[in-house]
């Protein structure tokens, strides 16, 4: 009876041993299991934060391409870190090309700790520029962004013969567009244009160009004339030897060429710069990125003659040197004149791309 009794206090004293264990062990289990899903809470509170300095680094990404469409850094060294807050969290971005001109993927990492995060998109780069001048119905446009000898019209009317080595594939105007542009040498080189005229009591004449330097005067960026007097021209546009713009326009009944001769717009060699000479049967205008600058009175047709010839980048008929030293690009005519809006919308429009997102990749 005493041995039973006492193999049942044996007994009760393992059970609560057991269960004493089984608690210990249970407890263990809770912390443990406690701190991982801290630990883990905690991971998850950084690693949103490095997501959202990845996507910044996106938009970031995104405005550097507006500024400069082209690739910029690499996988290997890429562009900054850039430090969040006055905190050592930072992000990185690089943007690559890929595929077709204007395609790129731009991949930005955030990092916050020893956490970090990676997105990526691809994104197409493009201009409305072209367009706009498309949707004006010009009569002739030379992107001059060619290949081969011929510098093609766009409308099919004009197309003229780069002569004397211009150097075609050089670096266009148009941020985000990929056309690139012709570079003149100021000696020799052209685009015959033959005898093209413009007709009627309306006009705009536009280009884009850049002057390497000013060792020669009067550099003819367009014109159509028999001598090298500025009254000898049927219709030009030009510098002068002050630095500034000339539009030369010949019509009505007068046998001389009129002269918008402004004081200002010095054109700096270096800079691209947007001209445009417009008519409208009673004033000429000039303008020089988008600006005003001045206009004079003349009346009538714009007078032609088949016989004389039209070049881009210099003076047909002229016997000193009036060739342009430089680079020209999106060269177009219109039949009537552009408005001050309009002009100045082109010229705002040249250095505002388009930046759409084609495909997020996580």
Not at 200 to 209: D, E, K, M, N
Not at 215 to 237: F, L, T, V
Request: hydrophobic share 40%; aromatic share 10%; proline share 2%.
């Amino acid at each position: 009876m005493d041995k039973v009794g006492h193999n049942h206090k044996g007994f009760a004293l393992l059970l609560v041993l057991m269960l004493i264990a089984t608690g210990a062990v249970v407890g263990m289990s809770y912390l443990y299991g406690a701190s991982v899903k801290t630990a883990s809470a905690a991971n998850l509170v950084l690693a949103s934060r490095a997501r959202y300095l990845a996507e910044s680094g996106l938009a970031h990404g995104l405005f550097a391409l507006q500024d400069n469409p082209a690739a910029q850094g690499s996988s290997q060294s890429p562009v900054e870190p850039y430090f969040a807050d006055n905190t050592s969290d930072t992000y990185v971005f690089y943007i690559a090309s890929v595929g077709s001109p204007g395609l790129f993927t731009v991949t930005a990492t955030g990092t916050v700790g020893n956490i970090t995060q990676s997105v990526s998109m691809n994104v197409q780069v493009s201009n409305e520029y072209a367009q706009k001048v498309s949707d004006l119905a010009p009569v002739s446009w030379w992107r001059l962004g060619d290949t081969g000898s011929t510098a093609v019209d766009q409308i099919g009317a004009n197309d003229g013969v780069y002569e004397n080595g211009v150097t075609v594939g050089a670096g266009g105007v148009i941020v985000g567009d990929y056309d690139t542009a012709a570079d003149f040498d100021g000696y020799n080189d052209y685009v015959d244009l033959n005898d093209m005229d413009v007709y009627g009591q309306g006009l705009t004449i536009a280009a884009w160009a850049r002057l390497d330097d000013w060792d020669y005067n009067e550099g003819h960026i367009i014109s159509k004339s028999e001598e090298d007097d500025r009254d000898k021209h049927y219709w030009a546009i030009l510098t002068d030897g002050d630095h500034k713009l000339r539009f030369y326009l010949r019509a009505g009944t007068s046998s001389d060429a009129k002269e918008v001769k402004p004081d200002t717009g010095e054109v700096e060699a270096g800079q691209w710069f947007f001209v445009v000479g417009t008519y409208d049967g009673s004033k000429m205008r000039l303008y020089k990125d988008g600006v005003f600058l001045k206009s004079c009175d003349n009346s009538g047709d714009i007078k032609t003659n088949a016989g004389i010839e039209t070049w881009i980048g210099g003076n047909a008929s002229g016997t000193m040197n009036r060739r342009w030293d430089g680079t020209i690009d999106e060269v177009f005519i219109l039949n009537y004149p552009l408005s001050d809006s309009q002009i100045q919308d082109l010229f705002e429009t040249r250095s505002a791309p388009k930046v759409e997102v084609v495909l997020w990749n996580e």
